[in-house]
């Protein structure tokens, strides 16, 4: 018996202005840093717009209107402040923003075609929620683009490129079309679906368990064959 070599594909739609989004993206790769096999596996981020439409306003207002008042909202904002310390990541709700994110989305696009495009995500995720940059401020986004070896030139065109919103656009269709109604939604080989800030160990035992069922797909009896130096006998 001989074993192929495999890969995972992990597909991960999110938005920067997302609450859970950025806490689950780093229960994820602390969940992939103990995989044995993190080598293998490919990552690949999506867009999706929780406000589409939606002009910038302050994220507690926004959040206010969802629970009707504010007992319900702070207490949600309490828990993933709480949350939010044990992965290392500082929430400030005063400071955050909350509306459509399609401009930086689209700059994504562009970063993703340099090979960045991870490294732009971390640095939306922390200006929005961090930092308390608005992240609807064309600026701003070229600023921190510019950061991570994206040409200013560049990421100013990229709020009028078609083609990058299309992918934006496209990308929120296929998550509409596996059922999806919100984010983060981590898939897995087109095969598993993870949604929202899972512990990590379920991130990890996901990987495991995806792992070893290609590892079973891919094993290959070995018989009596041909080769170019002959036959076996």
Excluded at 24 to 29: I, L, T, V
Excluded at 31 to 53: C, M, P, W
Excluded at 154 to 169: P, T
Excluded at 180 to 204: D, H, M, R
Aim: hydrophobic letters at 40%.
């Amino acid at each position: 018996m001989k074993t192929l070599p495999s890969q995972i594909t992990v597909d991960i739609w999110s938005d920067f202005v997302c609450p859970w989004c950025w806490i689950a993206k780093k229960r994820f790769e602390k969940g992939l840093d103990a995989f044995e096999h993190k080598n293998q596996v490919t990552i690949q981020y999506h867009s999706y717009r929780l406000a589409s439409g939606l002009t910038p306003q302050p994220f507690k207002d926004a959040l206010y209107k969802k629970f009707g008042g504010k007992s319900g909202a702070d207490a949600m904002m309490s828990h993933v402040k709480s949350a939010g310390e044990l992965e290392g990541l500082i929430y400030n709700f005063n400071s955050m923003l909350f509306g459509d994110t399609l401009d930086a989305h689209a700059i994504v696009k562009l970063a993703q075609q340099k090979g960045v495009g991870e490294l732009l995500t971390e640095k939306f995720f922390k200006a929005s929620i961090t930092e308390g940059k608005s992240i609807f401020d064309h600026k701003v986004l070229v600023e921190l683009a510019n950061e991570v070896g994206v040409p200013r030139e560049e990421a100013n065109s990229a709020f009028s490129n078609i083609s990058f919103k299309q992918e934006v656009l496209k990308d929120e269709a296929s998550a509409h079309a596996m059922g999806a109604s919100g984010v983060p939604l981590f898939i897995i080989n087109n095969k598993y679906s993870i949604s929202g800030a899972q512990p990590i160990e379920t991130f990890l035992s996901a990987l495991e368990q995806v792992w070893e069922e290609k590892q079973n797909e891919l094993m290959i009896t070995e018989g009596q064959s041909c080769g170019i130096n002959g036959c076996s006998i």
